[in-house]
């Protein structure tokens, strides 16, 4: 969605600023296309000015090393698959300690198995 939004946001702009450009060029110099003038000079400073704000607020971000704790990644269950499947297997802390794992389906289930030579 916030791609989207920037898109729309992004077109509007250039047809703003290709209409202002339009309004300039047909007329002649005067105090009437002065005021079409500094609109678009404040459009276009304003965007600069907000694009280089928020590089540097994503490099101030990035620099106190808190880019990944912002926001927790969400808790993913671990009773069925992406395919509604039940899985059966040891805990989590175990499976993520093996050395190898092998995946196996059945009877319908998603079954996870530590290989015992692996096994940690």
Not at 43 to 49: E, K, R, S
Not at 69 to 74: D, E, K, N
Request: charged share 20%; glycine share 6%.
């Amino acid at each position: 969605m916030r791609n989207i939004l920037h898109y729309l946001i992004s077109i509007l702009l250039w047809i703003l600023f290709g209409y202002y450009w339009y309004v300039v060029v047909e007329r002649q110099i005067s105090p009437e296309s002065l005021q079409p003038l500094v609109i678009l000079i404040g459009i276009t400073v304003l965007g600069l000015v907000t694009t280089l704000w928020w590089i540097a607020h994503n490099k101030r971000i990035a620099a106190k090393g808190k880019r990944k704790t912002l926001m927790p990644p969400p808790i993913e269950p671990f009773e069925f698959d992406s395919l509604n499947r039940p899985i059966l297997g040891p805990a989590m802390p175990r499976l993520k300690a093996a050395y190898m794992v092998t995946v196996s389906v059945d009877q319908g289930n998603k079954v996870y198995s530590i290989d015992r030579e692996g096994d940690s």
